[in-house]
């Protein structure tokens, strides 16, 4: 598969679930190389319009040959929405399409730092312009750090073990390539029974270092109830998640935001008539939704893929919403 090439996951349900008026504003806030802004803008009037975000300059550059005059690209992170909406002088939207997780352009370039299969240098970052790479992250974090990383991260049995190998390591000579750091981790894992033999010793280090350079849960905890306000009644929030971890915040938000009160338990249980509760600013749409036989056939990657949605209802937003941040549940 090239380096720009990108098939994108679930796209005819994602588009399906977000497009419901051919003729609304959408965004696609995690725009890739295009792959759901080109199936979203196929489905729209010539009167519609398509916002997308993205922080890795290789999707600005990529986005730049779209050629449409109802697409528009902001180079910036998600949880940034309500800026680029408000700077846009957009004011709601009818659709929020956020496909969570690493491109494949970005795994398979060894130039950015996100595989361990082959060599490169330790970045990590979606964004290689700005923050702290993998490399640096490695280099001064304590061994504390690196097992609470590891841990709550890559979800790793080893993570301890591994975290004390590569302060060892590092202490003989900086860690600068992910060959490098595969190497260190799978001594460090050793022969011990994963339970998962198929899987790289290093996939769950190299998946942990990840969302910590880059801030993934946090980015998905704050764009959620930024989304949510953007959305117009009937627009839907659609989110695709790669993982538990991601899976279980956006599952966790749209469950408290499609019941009166959030969900908080004790206000559930006050003496209130059913008729009396407040309306909740979300309603679930459906099931979650994964990728058929047809396409894992074809794109082995859409094995861990889920699609879930929710519809904004005519409820006003609960006071101090645009505030609210969902915490990272680990």
């Given at each position: 598969?090239?380096?720009?090439?990108?098939?994108?996951?679930?796209?005819a349900?994602?588009?399906?679930?977000?497009?419901?008026?051919?003729?609304?504003v959408?965004v696609?806030?995690?725009?890739?190389r295009?792959?759901?802004?080109?199936?979203?803008?196929?489905?729209?009037?010539?009167?519609?319009?398509?916002v997308?975000l993205?922080?890795?300059?290789?999707?600005?550059?990529c986005?730049?040959?779209?050629?449409?005059?109802?697409?528009?690209?902001?180079?910036?992170?998600?949880?940034?929405?309500?800026?680029?909406?408000?700077?846009?002088?957009?004011?709601?939207?009818?659709?929020?399409l956020?496909?969570?997780?690493?491109?494949?352009?970005?795994?398979?370039?060894?130039?950015?730092?996100?595989?361990?299969?082959?060599?490169?240098?330790?970045?990590?970052?979606?964004?290689?312009?700005?923050?702290?790479?993998?490399?640096?992250?490695v280099?001064?974090?304590?061994?504390?750090?690196?097992?609470?990383a590891?841990?709550?991260?890559?979800?790793?049995?080893?993570?301890?073990?591994?975290?004390?190998?590569?302060?060892?390591?590092?202490?003989?000579?900086?860690?600068?390539?992910?060959?490098?750091?595969a190497?260190?981790?799978?001594?460090?894992?050793?022969?011990?029974?994963?339970?998962?033999?198929?899987?790289?010793?290093?996939a769950?280090t190299?998946?942990?270092?990840?969302?910590?350079?880059?801030?993934?849960?946090?980015?998905?905890?704050?764009?959620?109830?930024?989304?949510?306000?953007?959305?117009?009644?009937?627009?839907?929030?659609?989110?695709?998640?790669?993982?538990?971890?991601?899976?279980?915040?956006?599952?966790?938000?749209?469950?408290?935001?499609?019941?009166?009160?959030?969900?908080?338990?004790?206000?559930?249980?006050?003496?209130?008539?059913?008729?009396?509760?407040?309306?909740?600013?979300?309603?679930?749409?459906?099931?979650?939704?994964?990728?058929?036989?047809?396409?894992?056939?074809?794109?082995?990657?859409?094995?861990?893929a889920?699609l879930?949605?929710?519809?904004?209802?005519?409820?006003?937003?609960?006071?101090?919403?645009?505030?609210?941040v969902?915490?990272?549940?680990?």
């Amino acid at each position: 598969m090239p380096a720009d090439h990108h098939v994108p996951v679930l796209p005819a349900e994602s588009v399906a679930a977000l497009v419901t008026r051919t003729d609304g504003v959408y965004v696609d806030a995690t725009f890739g190389r295009g792959g759901h802004a080109r199936a979203i803008l196929a489905r729209l009037a010539s009167r519609a319009r398509l916002v997308a975000l993205d922080r890795d300059p290789a999707a600005a550059a990529c986005a730049a040959g779209v050629g449409d005059t109802r697409f528009t690209f902001v180079r910036e992170r998600f949880s940034a929405l309500d800026r680029v909406l408000a700077g846009l002088a957009i004011e709601r939207v009818d659709g929020v399409l956020i496909d969570l997780g690493v491109s494949s352009p970005q795994l398979d370039d060894p130039a950015r730092g996100f595989t361990y299969r082959e060599d490169g240098p330790l970045d990590m970052r979606m964004d290689p312009t700005t923050g702290e790479s993998a490399r640096e992250f490695v280099a001064r974090t304590s061994v504390d750090e690196l097992t609470e990383a590891l841990r709550d991260y890559g979800e790793e049995r080893f993570a301890r073990s591994i975290a004390a190998a590569i302060v060892a390591a590092r202490a003989r000579a900086p860690i600068a390539s992910t060959r490098q750091l595969a190497g260190i981790v799978a001594q460090a894992v050793g022969a011990r029974t994963r339970g998962d033999w198929h899987q790289d010793p290093a996939a769950r280090t190299f998946q942990a270092l990840r969302i910590a350079v880059n801030r993934e849960l946090e980015e998905v905890s704050a764009v959620l109830p930024l989304a949510t306000a953007a959305l117009a009644p009937g627009g839907r929030l659609a989110v695709i998640s790669f993982h538990s971890l991601e899976d279980r915040i956006v599952k966790r938000f749209i469950a408290a935001a499609s019941t009166p009160f959030g969900g908080d338990a004790r206000l559930m249980r006050a003496p209130i008539a059913e008729r009396a509760m407040p309306k909740p600013p979300l309603e679930p749409v459906g099931r979650a939704v994964r990728a058929g036989p047809a396409e894992l056939a074809a794109n082995p990657r859409a094995r861990s893929a889920t699609l879930r949605v929710a519809e904004r209802t005519a409820a006003p937003l609960p006071a101090g919403w645009l505030h609210r941040v969902e915490p990272v549940q680990r």
